[in-house]
């Protein structure tokens, strides 16, 4: 797939993700956003900003590592890093159905903002869809940093992909407790 072609899917999937939590969350009363679940998992709002945490970890560092870019052919191919392939697949809920532990840094606090929660989310997803837009044209084979570890480092293409796969796996998750009251985490 050509950087081109990599880049139309993110910002597609970016799109879908907008048009989601505008139509389905962001109007959704305050109590309904907060209802916990009845197994303990998060609440919806809860979801919200544990996908806060990591886009206010990893837009700066897209951010940075695209500005850094050189310019590329956007008809050359996008290779994904090993390590960068693996996190994703991990976190695609089509393709692992293996449960998570949040890390404690990225775990939603007690006092939870609902709305804020939701349009921080919105917010967020403005911003990604700004970078992935500023990506065409540009490498995206720069490192940045994991939240795992600042030791371990992935391609930024890989990072737009991995930011929008664990998003798309905790919109899931609301949508499962907006449909049912039950969340699994």
């Keep these: 797939m050509s950087?081109?072609?990599?880049?139309?899917?993110?910002?597609?999937?970016?799109?879908?993700?907008?048009?989601?939590?505008?139509?389905?969350?962001?109007?959704?009363?305050?109590?309904?956003?907060?209802?916990?679940t009845a197994n303990g998992g998060w609440?919806?709002?809860?979801?919200?900003?544990?996908?806060?945490?990591?886009?206010?970890?990893?837009?700066?560092?897209?951010t940075h590592a695209l500005a850094n870019a050189d310019a590329i052919n956007s008809n050359e191919p996008f290779k994904h890093g090993f390590l960068g392939k693996y996190f994703i697949d991990m976190m695609d809920a089509e393709r692992s159905t293996k449960k998570y532990k949040a890390m404690k840094k990225h775990?939603?606090?007690n006092a939870v903002p609902a709305h804020e929660a939701v349009s921080g989310f919105i917010a967020h997803l403005e911003t990604l869809q700004a970078l992935v837009r500023n990506a065409r044209g540009k490498a995206l084979n720069q490192s940045v940093k994991t939240s795992i570890s600042p030791l371990l480092s992935i391609k930024v293409g890989d990072a737009l992909q991995f930011v929008l796969t664990h998003n798309r796996r905790h919109l899931l998750q609301a949508r499962k407790n907006l449909k049912s009251g039950i969340i699994d985490q």
Excluded: M, W
Aim: with cysteine.
């Design 3 to 36: 950087h081109q072609e990599f880049l139309d899917t993110l910002e597609q999937q970016v799109e879908d993700q907008l048009k989601e939590a505008i139509a389905v969350f962001q109007n959704l009363p305050e109590d309904r956003l907060l209802q916990p």
């Design 43 to 62: 609440s919806i709002a809860e979801c919200f900003l544990h996908l806060n945490s990591y886009a206010d970890f990893y837009l700066p560092r897209i």
């Design 107 to 109: 775990r939603p606090g």
